[in-house]
């Protein structure tokens, strides 16, 4: 068990709906990040948040969207579906400053069908 | 921009062979080097990483790499491989500069035979 905890583990789901994935960061932890993975384009970095607010920008959709919350977890809206969303979605989260190398830890990602 | 290269997509390599999965990076600025391991059906976890010093970083399971500035890669490696160390491997650079964004490159699948 890394610590970050992410739900759902699996979802289905049909063209056109709307989806929220959660992840809750290992404690101590202030950044979380959001990846997704899949097989044609590999982990592509998605978004970051620090500490309730938004700190990089990556490969994002506009129809996706995320936010962090004062209690420090996550959530990352997918809307309006399509099926190359499907894709297994990772959280990680990191405690930045220290030697200011961010080493993540992920969580087992939330994998979504989208039929 | 920071970029990640990892010029194998897959690795086959018998028992108790070495290996030696490479990655190179671009980068305008200083950065920090990572490697990253997926087990099947599970998330990434930190193998070692290179933040300065010796070039010659040592990780978990057996593993090291060597940053090598010049050539702009950072290259894993491992005498004597197991059934175990089947696996995705990922590289990953952070800039120093702005070390928020962690960029990874596309995996290399090494495969242990028995």
């Known amino acids: 068990d890394s610590g970050v905890t992410q739900t759902p583990k699996h979802l289905i789901t049909a063209t056109g709906q709307r989806v929220t994935l959660r992840c809750s960061p290992r404690s101590g932890d202030l950044s979380v990040y959001w990846y997704q993975q899949s097989l044609d384009q590999g982990l592509q970095f998605l978004i970051q948040?620090?500490?309730?607010?938004?700190?990089a920008k990556g490969n994002i959709l506009e129809r996706f969207s995320a936010q962090q919350f004062p209690d420090l977890h996550s959530e990352l809206n997918l809307s309006s579906l399509e099926l190359g969303d499907s894709a297994l979605y990772f959280c990680?989260?990191?405690?930045?400053?220290?030697?200011?190398?961010?080493?993540?830890?992920f969580g087992a990602g939330s994998r979504l069908t989208v039929l | 921009a920071q970029s990640v290269t990892q010029l194998d997509s897959q690795v086959p390599v018998f028992e108790e062979a070495p290996v030696e999965l490479r990655c190179n990076y671009s980068s305008s600025v200083s950065v920090y080097l990572f490697w990253y391991v997926q087990y099947p059906n599970q998330g990434l976890q930190l193998l070692l990483k290179?933040?300065?010093?010796?070039?010659l970083v040592k990780g978990i399971n057996g593993f090291e790499a060597e940053f090598n500035k010049s050539q702009t890669s950072f290259h894993l490696r491992k005498p004597s491989v197991h059934i175990s160390d089947t696996a995705e491997y990922f590289c990953a650079v952070s800039d120093k500069t702005s070390y928020d964004k962690v960029i990874f490159g596309p995996g290399t699948s090494l495969s242990v035979i028995p």
């Open positions: 990680a989260s990191s405690v930045l400053g220290g030697s200011g190398a961010n080493v993540l830890t």
């Open positions: 948040y620090y500490n309730g607010e938004e700190r």
């Open positions: 290179y933040l300065s010093g010796s070039t």
